[in-house]
């Protein structure tokens, strides 16, 4: 049987030749985000490895670059860039261009590797930082990380303990228990809030062995040393599961919004009119009185503050019977 040209091009090939066509054309400008990974998989129908492939081509062709907090993004083009039709009537194959030197193996550091791992996971999410893509990234091949990190499991694991380890734990720290299991706890919400991946990592049935995040756990209970040990662990689990429990919406929220370009509140603001809809029908009367209240501000945040102060006077009736 014989295929045409179009048909034996690879599929990665295709979504970059398609994302390039779309820089070219002003559909994507210098700063736009351009589909994760996650995306590129459900709009073109292909496996996440040829996703990545497609995204680390774009990025050795200098058109899209990863940013932490935010994704992949068009890059800003420089002067001597090629004018958008130049680049339209290019073929939808990878540029060859100079590439660095490859770092030797003596070079090559799991510290390296997870740093690396860390920033890709911070701007794409969890699932993409691969170790075919974290060797793209620090531009080895493949095979050359596993001298240094097992595999990708043992790679997230050490991923975490590097985030959980950015914590500082102030010394002596409050003295009260309350004061102090309330900072211990926000030093866990802050680490999910920079990393929202990590919530996906952390497990209260089958806790992965984080020595930085056990640092943050014990330090926060150190003022509770006084309770039956079987009542401190539950104390302490209680916390990290609320934080952790809060924390799971983050990445699924910024994955949802890099996806669609539409964030919690364009959506939210999007199904007003039904939300109104619903309620009107009178079975709901608690959403009903929440009509009109332009001063209520819902959000992770405000749902981790009130919950978390409702969790320590809890706690405080445990503690103080």
């Given amino acids: 049987m014989i295929r045409s040209a179009a048909s034996a091009e690879p599929p990665y090939l295709r979504i970059v ?19 994760s990974t996650r995306g590129i998989t459900q709009e073109f129908g292909v496996a996440m490895a040829t996703a990545t492939k497609a995204l680390t081509t774009l990025r ?7 940013l932490a907090g935010i994704g992949t993004v068009v890059a800003e083009r420089g002067p001597h860039s090629s ?9 939808a194959r990878p540029v060859r261009q100079p590439r660095p030197a490859r770092p030797s193996d003596g070079e090559l550091t799991r510290e390296r590797i997870v740093l690396a791992a860390i920033a890709i ?38 991923m975490a303990d590097e985030a959980a380890g950015r914590a500082e734990l102030p010394e002596p720290g409050p003295s009260g228990w309350r004061d102090r299991l309330e900072q211990g706890t926000r030093l866990q919400w802050e680490m999910y809030r920079r990393h929202p991946w990590l919530a996906q990592v952390m497990s209260t049935t089958r806790p992965p062995l984080v020595p930085n995040a056990m640092a943050v756990v014990e330090w926060s209970m150190r003022a509770l040393d006084h309770l039956d040990p079987a009542d401190m662990i539950h104390v302490a689990v209680t916390m990290v599961n609320y934080a952790r429990g809060t924390a799971v919406n983050l990445e699924a929220e910024a994955e949802a919004e890099h996806a669609t370009g539409i964030t919690s509140q364009q959506y939210l603001d999007a199904n007003d009119a039904a939300m109104r809809a619903i309620v009107a029908s009178g079975r709901f009367p608690m959403y009903s009185s929440l009509a009109g209240r332009h001063d209520l501000e819902i959000s992770l945040d405000t749902i981790f503050e009130f919950g978390l102060r409702r969790l320590l006077d809890g706690i405080e009736v445990f503690v103080t019977r």
Wanted: hydrophobic share 50%; net charge neutral.
């Fill in 60 to 66: 050795q062709e200098g058109l899209v670059q990863a």
């Fill in 121 to 158: 996971a911070d701007a794409e999410g969890l699932q993409a930082a691969s170790m075919r893509r974290v060797a793209a990234e620090l531009g080895v091949a493949a095979m050359a990380l596993y001298r240094h990190v097992p595999g990708k499991d043992e790679l997230v694991v050490l």
């Fill in 17 to 35: 030749g398609e994302i390039r066509r779309r820089i070219a054309a002003g559909e994507l400008a210098p700063g736009d985000r351009v589909p």
């Fill in 83 to 91: 004018p958008p039709a130049a680049r339209a009537a290019q073929p």
